[in-house]
C-alpha cells in the first residue's frame, strides 16, 4: 500500500497558491521538510497530520490518499482475497490499513468482516462494528454494519441483542432491489427485476435448505448460483406445502 502524502501536499498547496517556503512558514517547519515530503522522501509526523489537513481544508483520508487507494482497488483486492479463502491475508492488509488510516471506517467495517468470515474471536468484529455505527455517516456501510452485528451477537451468545437489532432492520418492501423496481428506465426495469427474483429465490432457498455461514452472504453477495428458476420455485413451494 503506498501512500501518497507527498504529491497529495503538493497538490493542495498549488492549489492554494503557495511556494514551499510559504507552507513551510505557516506550519513553523523548514522548507526542506516540506521539499522531503512533497518528493516522497518522508512524511510528516503523525501528530501533524491533523493540524495539516484543517490547514488546507480537507479530511486526512483525502490528505494520506485514500480516495486514491479506492481507485487502486484496495478493497476490490481484499473482497477477492476473501473470496479465495484466504482470509488471514485479507485481514493482514486491513490491519495495515487501518494502521495508515486509522479513522477510516470502511477499513474497520473491512476488518470486521475478514475477521467474521475467518470464523475468529467475535469481540473484536462487535467492537469495530460498533465504531462504525457510532462515526459513519455512510448508510451503506451502516446497514451492513448492523446485519453483521446481528450474526455476531448471535455467534457471541448474545441473543437478545441480536433479536432487537434484527427487528430494527428494514423491511423487505424498503429494499433497494424492490424500490429500484419503481424506478427505473423501462429499458433497464425488467432485467433488474428479474435479477431481484431470482437472487431472492436463491437466498430463500439457501434458508429452507439449512445453508449456513450466512456471513458470506452478506460480505461476498448473495448472487444466484446458476441453479435453475423452475428448480428453487419447487423447492419453495414444498417448503409452503
Known amino acids: 500500500m503506498v501512500l501518497s502524502i507527498g504529491r497529495n501536499i503538493r497538490r493542495l498547496r498549488g492549489e492554494a497558491g503557495l511556494s514551499q517556503e510559504e507552507l513551510a512558514q505557516a506550519l513553523h517547519i523548514s522548507p526542506q521538510s516540506v521539499s522531503k515530503w512533497e518528493r516522497g522522501e518522508g512524511y510528516p509526523d503523525i501528530t501533524a497530520l491533523p493540524g495539516l489537513a484543517r490547514y488546507f481544508g480537507v479530511t486526512l483520508d483525502e490528505l494520506m490518499g485514500m480516495d486514491e487507494l479506492d481507485d487502486w482497488g484496495f478493497f476490490s483486492h481484499v473482497n477477492n482475497l476473501e473470496k479465495a479463502g484466504q482470509y488471514e491475508e485479507a485481514i493482514r492488509l486491513l490491519r495495515e490499513g487501518g494502521k495508515r488510516f486509522p479513522n477510516n471506517h470502511a477499513m474497520r467495517?473491512?476488518?470486521?468482516?475478514?475477521?467474521?468470515?475467518?470464523?475468529?474471536?467475535?469481540?473484536?468484529?462487535?467492537?469495530?462494528?460498533?465504531?462504525?455505527?457510532?462515526?459513519?455517516?455512510?448508510?451503506?456501510?451502516?446497514?451492513?454494519?448492523?446485519?453483521?452485528?446481528?450474526?455476531?451477537?448471535?455467534?457471541?451468545?448474545?441473543?437478545?441483542?441480536?433479536?432487537?437489532?434484527?427487528?430494527?432492520?428494514?423491511?423487505?418492501?424498503?429494499?433497494?432491489?424492490?424500490?429500484?423496481?419503481?424506478?427505473?428506465?423501462?429499458?433497464?426495469?425488467?432485467?433488474?427485476?428479474?435479477?431481484?427474483?431470482?437472487?431472492?429465490?436463491?437466498?430463500?432457498?439457501?434458508?429452507?435448505?439449512?445453508?449456513?455461514?450466512?456471513?458470506?452472504?452478506?460480505?461476498?453477495?448473495?448472487?444466484?448460483d446458476g441453479r435453475d428458476a423452475n428448480e428453487m420455485l419447487e423447492t419453495i413451494g414444498a417448503y409452503l406445502m
Open 109 to 224: 467495517l473491512g476488518l470486521a468482516e475478514a475477521l467474521t468470515l475467518a470464523g475468529g474471536d467475535a469481540k473484536e468484529a462487535i467492537a469495530l462494528l460498533k465504531q462504525v455505527l457510532a462515526g459513519d455517516a455512510n448508510e451503506k456501510r451502516r446497514s451492513c454494519a448492523r446485519a453483521m452485528l446481528c450474526l455476531l451477537y448471535a455467534k457471541d451468545g448474545q441473543r437478545e441483542k441480536a433479536l432487537s437489532l434484527a427487528r430494527t432492520l428494514p423491511h423487505i418492501w424498503e429494499s433497494r432491489e424492490i424500490l429500484l423496481t419503481q424506478f427505473l428506465p423501462e429499458d433497464e426495469r425488467a432485467a433488474h427485476t428479474r435479477g431481484a427474483i431470482l437472487t431472492a429465490l436463491h437466498l430463500l432457498c439457501r434458508k429452507i435448505e439449512g445453508a449456513g455461514e450466512w456471513e458470506k452472504v452478506l460480505v461476498l453477495g448473495g448472487e444466484p
